[in-house]
């Protein structure tokens, strides 16, 4: 699987942005797919992830209700709309997948990553 992630930049206080991961080689039917940041002199922390089978999402506690998931299966891509940013938001994001149905939120589980992407919001 070869993710490849999208869409961050630069954005105000209470702006959005929406990040893309698109998938080739396999399709994302049988993966979890998640996002994680990772902020200048910190740990890669989650964020988000979806499980298609059953279909279920898990959100980090500082992004519930502003963050959600979305996928569009013919393009194999998933998305997550991020609204209300903060600037602790601000970190490169990178999408990831493990084959499975759990959504693991520690990192060293996946076996897939694409490469971030930045997101800088501004106060």
């Known amino acids: 699987v070869q993710l490849q992630a999208s869409g961050g930049g630069l954005v105000q206080a209470g702006g959005s942005l929406r990040l893309s991961c698109a998938a080739s080689?396999?399709?994302?039917?049988?993966?979890?797919i998640s996002w994680f940041r990772q902020a200048p002199g910190r740990e890669r922390e989650f964020v988000a992830g979806?499980?298609?089978?059953?279909?279920?999402?898990h959100y980090a506690d500082s992004v519930k209700g502003r963050f959600t998931l979305s996928s569009d299966n013919a393009k194999n891509t998933k998305y997550l709309q991020m609204n209300r940013l903060i600037p602790e938001d601000t970190a490169d994001y990178y999408c990831?997948?493990?084959?499975?149905?759990?959504?693991?939120?520690?990192?060293?589980?996946?076996?897939?990553w694409g490469q971030g992407t930045l997101v800088t919001v501004s106060s």
């Open positions: 990831a997948a493990v084959r499975g149905q759990a959504i693991p939120t520690m990192a060293a589980f996946y076996d897939y």
């Open positions: 080689g396999r399709t994302f039917s049988s993966y979890v």
């Open positions: 979806i499980s298609l089978s059953p279909d279920f999402t």
